[in-house]
């Protein structure tokens, strides 16, 4: 049920019977609730087309729109805007049907083929705070992309290849030599790949060594392949771990590294020379984009292949796009890497467009986002000044988030306050970075996430074991509850309209890849069902019993409806903490 949607759908057909085509058909919010809940706010644009007042304009659409079922008021304001009040007997209708309702009343959109990009760490180095936000949002607009039937195709494009991995494999075989176990030798990514570069930079001979690893792994040698595969394996069980404690829904066979486009580089700089997209620049391959030009008119240059002939991140990108595009069908691919590679994707596509490998209806959507930063305001590291790895991040949030539970008062046994910890502690991580714009770069702040107040993760989870604890109290399965309900009181009403909101809140998610507006609404919804407690009490006796029904009716939506939300951003719900 898409209020919006069907608002417009009205407005649509009134301007038809007005003759007015094509027109914009604005609906909003209102910002104020004595304007209703929803504005059109079309007819001050249609004045100079149809030469009237703004306000006749309203009154003619008013004469014209069909709101009587959906509408208790309908009014204009202003210079002509039109003002809807939503009708408490429409609002019963909806919400009655959207309880019964195992989607919760939302409806499919066109089925759409979408790759996403997501995560894509580096294999070479332990995952660490940067890969945390492409992971999660990533995962959270996937997920809902799923919900609303669309056919997703999670893509890992992990760095799994190029020359650094000379090094890694040249040290890696020594220490395997040394009868190490590949696990152990790997156990700590980041003090591995430092050992690497230690040698490399010092060790006589061995740098030498590392090329010699590189070219022969190219060449496909088939030691150096096992070699390789081996280190590979281990890395990627390490994300692993990550993805299975940060309830993300990535597994291996989701991985669609760099590694896995090798075979295809050769062909694409062919295709590229041939069709005299990629021309020789200094002894590289390289291709002139006049669009993206610098203030003197010279084009951008985006070099395809080295003049040694070595391949690069973009020739990589660019046989990824072929294979999304081309064999994966995609109608819309979507990638999530930080804001500073804006300009290779959008230098990518350009170029991907004009050779033809994805279609002119097909989309390439970067959707970049902005950083984590410290308390000093900048990029966020350990004490010492090192990368936080992601795995020490999450530990730490899980014993803070247990030290707070201990705290309160609560009857959990100390297993229990354990499970709770956990799933607090990632809750509150995740939920930080995922209500926040994704552009926007934000603080990380341990208090804040972690408050039991305002739009945290242990906020929404404590609303909700709330409801919950209202049907224990009052004896009844929440998820049976029967959809009796009647709307009179107007927190009663402000809730149902908010419940109602969820459809065209997950449309704004999907076209826009923005989970913070998912947030944002739970968030909303958590408020209102609390003022609703507040205004309207449902257990106390005394209350009718039909009163009483309907109450719980519209409590059973809202847990409903915070479990799906809660469960599509990845964070789970308690029972009790
Ligand atoms: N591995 C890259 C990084 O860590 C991200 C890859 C994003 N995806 C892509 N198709 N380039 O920065």
């Known amino acids: 049920m898409n209020i919006s949607a069907l608002l417009v759908e009205r407005f649509t057909k009134a301007l038809q019977k007005m003759g007015v085509e094509n027109a914009p058909v604005p609906v909003a919010r209102s910002a104020r609730p004595e304007f209703g809940e929803y504005q059109f706010n079309g007819a001050m644009a249609l004045a100079k087309q149809l030469k009237q007042p703004p306000r006749n304009i309203a009154q003619s659409i008013l004469d014209n729109v069909e709101l009587g079922d959906i509408a208790q008021k309908v009014d204009i304001a202003g210079p002509g805007f039109i003002n809807i009040h939503l009708s408490d007997a429409w609002l019963n209708d909806q919400c009655k049907q959207v309880l019964v309702d195992k989607r919760l009343g939302i409806q499919a959109e066109t089925e759409q083929t979408v790759v996403v990009d997501y995560s894509s760490p580096n294999l070479a180095k332990e995952m660490h705070v940067g890969h945390l936000r492409s992971t999660i949002i990533g995962d959270a607009v996937v997920k809902t992309l799923e919900f609303l039937g669309h056919k997703v195709i999670r893509q890992n494009h992990m760095g799994d290849w190029g020359t650094q991995f000379g090094m890694l494999l040249a040290h890696f075989s020594d220490q395997l030599q040394q009868n190490a176990i590949a696990e152990t030798a790997l156990s700590d990514l980041e003090d591995f ?38 280190f590979i394996d281990v890395s990627i069980a390490h994300s692993e771990e990550v993805y299975e404690l940060l309830n993300v829904s990535l597994t291996r066979e989701h991985v669609m590294g760099e590694s896995a486009y090798n075979h295809d580089l050769a062909n694409v700089i062919a295709d ?70 804006a300009l290779h994707f959008k230098q990518t596509e350009i170029v991907a467009r004009k050779a033809g490998y994805i279609g002119q209806e097909q989309t390439y959507e970067h959707c970049p986002f902005g950083m984590m930063l410290g308390a000093d305001g900048k990029p966020f590291k350990t004490r010492t000044g090192g990368t936080v790895k992601l795995a020490d991040l999450l530990e730490e949030a899980v014993e803070r988030a247990g030290k707070l539970i201990a705290a309160r008062d609560n009857a959990l046994s100390s297993e229990e306050q354990h499970s709770v910890a956990k799933t607090v502690g990632i809750g509150a991580v ?112 005394g209350i009718d019993d039909s009163i009483k029904a309907s109450r719980l009716s519209l409590s059973a939506l809202v847990a409903k409806t915070m479990a799906q939300g809660l469960s599509l951003l990845g964070i789970e719900t308690l029972d009790r903490m």
């Open 193 to 230: 790949y430092r050992q690497a570069k230690v040698r490399f930079d010092e060790e006589e001979g061995f740098a030498d060594r590392a090329r010699e690893y590189v070219v022969k792994l190219q060449q496909g040698d088939t030691h150096c392949l096992a070699l390789w595969q081996q």
């Open 272 to 341: 590229l020379k041939a069709k005299g997209i990629a021309v020789e620049d200094q002894g590289a391959q390289v291709v002139f984009i006049p669009e993206l030009a610098d203030k003197e008119g010279n084009p951008a240059v985006y070099i395809v292949q080295k003049s040694g002939g070595g391949y690069l991140y973009a020739t990589t990108d660019l046989a990824a796009i072929r294979h999304r595009s081309g064999t994966l069908g995609a109608d819309r691919t979507l990638i999530f890497t930080d804001a500073r590679q």
């Open 430 to 541: 995740k939920y930080a970075d995922l209500s926040k714009h994704r552009t926007t770069d934000y603080v990380f702040n341990w208090d804040s996430m972690l408050a039991f107040e305002g739009n945290t993760a242990p906020y929404l989870q404590y609303a909700f074991t709330r409801v919950e604890s209202l049907f224990r109290k009052a004896g009844i399965d929440s998820s049976e509850q029967s959809a009796k309900i009647s709307i009179e009181h107007t927190n009663e009403h402000q809730l149902a309209v908010q419940l109602l909101q969820f459809d065209e809140t997950l449309q704004i998610v999907s076209r826009d890849a923005t989970p913070h507006v998912l947030c944002t609404y739970l968030y909303e919804l958590a408020s209102a069902y609390m003022s609703f407690y507040e205004a309207c009490p449902i257990l106390k006796d």
